[in-house]
């Protein structure tokens, strides 16, 4: 006779589908970990390279805002409030066109400019004065202005990035100058020159070989010893 342990068979099998299932339970539970994961990094991610634009955003628009001010302050040397506001009004439009938005402000620095003030016992409304340390107006005395650009870049998704640049406008008085001037400066004398003093020009220099300086030139444009403004030798 043949016999059958069907009650330990029956058991066994339902041992293995409990095993089955709580191996399923477990790669599943494995699988949305995973998943979870992947689009938490791709969340990170993406808010990482908004977070870099609306930076790059930012600064291009901080860069805007001072080469703004640096046109202004070729045609006005005392730039009103209302021409800063008008200023700082101005929004790059290739980057608002890409979902960019600013709000920017220019306008002087107070709170350093009371430090500044309260260093040389100076009244409120007195600017202070410094000696140039270097460059090419070093040793002379300029009249300090402190200013602060300001800009809150928003990108259309709501990610914010704020900037600040500080930085001084140094005003230098002509009368520390022998010649100041706008325009071409010409020295031509029928015999050899020496000029004692400090001369700059927005141009050019023209100087003769037979025209000595004794202190220091500056200009926006050239010094030419070889040729006049009109392109005849300087022999």
């Known amino acids: 006779m043949k016999f059958e342990r069907v009650g330990n068979k ?7 589908l409990a095993i089955t299932i709580v191996v399923v339970a477990i790669l599943s539970v494995i699988a949305l970990t995973a998943l979870a994961f ?8 993406g808010s990482d390279l ?3 634009q609306t930076f790059y955003a930012t600064a291009a628009s901080i860069e805007k805002l001072t080469n703004n ?4 302050f070729r045609k006005k040397m005392r730039p009103t409030t209302a021409d800063l506001n008008s200023i700082a009004a101005i ?3 290739e980057l608002v066109s890409e979902g960019f938005s600013f709000t920017q402000s220019l306008a002087e620095d107070s709170a350093k400019l009371q430090e500044l003030q309260s260093m040389q016992g100076l009244p409120g409304n007195v600017y202070p004065r ?4 270097e460059g090419p107006f070093a040793g002379l005395y300029a009249t300090i202005v402190p200013y602060k650009i300001s800009s809150v870049g928003t990108y259309r998704t709501g990610t914010q990035v704020k900037l600040e640049r500080e930085f001084n406008n140094y005003l230098v008085p002509i009368f520390q100058f022998g010649i100041f001037s706008n325009e071409d400066v010409e020295f031509s004398p029928g015999i050899q020159m020496t000029f ?3 001369i700059h020009s927005n141009q050019n220099i023209f100087a003769l070989s037979n025209v000595k300086f004794l202190s220091r030139l500056t200009m926006g444009g050239e010094l030419v010893r070889e040729a006049t403004p009109t392109g005849s030798s300087n022999n």
């Open 50 to 52: 908004q977070r870099m």
């Open 196 to 198: 004692n003093g400090r």
């Open 69 to 72: 001010f640096s046109n202004l």
């Open 38 to 45: 992947s689009s938490s990094e791709a969340r990170i991610a």
């Open 130 to 133: 410094v000696n140039i340390p």
């Open 10 to 16: 029956r058991n066994e099998q339902g041992a293995a």
């Open 91 to 93: 929004q790059p439009s």
